[in-house]
């Protein structure tokens, strides 16, 4: 019903959700490990508000019930605090049985929004951000040209949850290289204690069309870890989590280890998986690399 510019992108958990497209592309687009959102026909701009609104006048028609809404593409936050809002009115005006908005999120996009503005936002329905910090690790971070720090994550993250709208955090395994491993993860296990996010989600890096742009940030190589170092890895993030009631998932399509849980309640549980795949992985039902195709 909808005509989208393709690509589009969603987090596993939004395969219920209607995706309206509200931006096309990333405003930001410069990550060195990401090719999703390629020129010419990702290049970023913001969709026209009367687009928006014919697309919700077609489904209204429909009779479709729907209860969730994401907005794409990829940082769809970045739009101006008033034309989030009059895209959050004209959902509940056309799909009032709409419960759940939810977008990705660069944590720059919450520098150009208000704490007031971010509430209005939440009582409007945008309960929900995707946050991809990617790492804690500065070093990780210059790297791979994400344009953040640990601070400017952490800022983003303690006003999102100051406004009442909960936070999903991507992690990407292996995003350091073998180089940067343990710092990564320690790092990113620490901006984590510090945000308390409400949903934690790891992901591993992969690099379909090579690692050539990887390879300019790692002075000329970087290198992956293979399977018995990412489990290393995991193991030292898992081991230096400390979070109350956040909500674990490991179980992307990248992830050879599919692992889920609460923690801190099921911390213990976690590493004992991640110890297993460690020492014995073939008593383990690990992903095989055909079933990690992306």
Request: hydrophobic share 40%.
């Amino acid at each position: 019903m909808l005509n989208y510019i393709e690509p589009v992108f969603r987090p596993p958990s939004e395969w219920k959700s209607l995706i309206l497209q509200v931006t096309n592309g990333c405003s930001w687009n410069q990550c060195s490990f990401c090719d999703m959102y390629t020129e010419p026909q990702k290049r970023f701009r913001a969709q026209k508000a009367d687009k928006i609104e014919q697309d919700l006048l077609a489904l209204a028609n429909s009779k479709a019930h729907i209860s969730r809404v994401f907005l794409a593409d990829g940082d769809a936050m970045t739009l101006p605090f008033a034309r989030l809002e009059a895209i959050c009115l004209l959902i509940k005006q056309y799909l009032p049985n709409v419960t759940r908005i939810s977008s990705y999120c660069l944590p720059r996009n919450i520098n150009n929004k208000t704490p007031q503005q971010l509430q209005r936002l939440r009582e409007l329905g945008l309960s929900l951000l995707y946050i991809g910090c990617e790492s804690g690790d500065d070093e990780v971070l210059t790297r791979i040209k994400k344009g953040e720090t640990y601070a400017s994550s952490l800022a983003a993250l303690q006003k999102i949850k100051a406004a009442g709208i909960k936070a999903s955090v991507m992690i990407l395994n292996g995003l350091g290289g073998v180089e940067l491993s343990k710092q990564h993860a320690e790092n990113s296990a620490k901006l984590m204690n510090a945000a308390q996010p409400e949903y934690l989600s790891t992901l591993v890096v992969t690099l379909p069309l090579g690692t050539e742009c990887m390879d300019a940030s790692f002075d000329g190589h970087f290198q992956l870890p293979n399977q018995a170092q990412l489990f290393t890895e995991m193991h030292i993030l898992l081991s230096h989590l400390e979070l109350g009631k956040t909500v674990f998932r490991s179980d992307h399509a990248s992830n050879y280890l599919v692992l889920k849980g609460i923690l801190g309640k099921d911390k213990a549980s976690l590493v004992a998986q991640v110890e297993a795949a460690m020492t014995t992985p073939e008593r383990i039902a690990l992903r095989q690399e055909w079933q990690r195709g992306l």
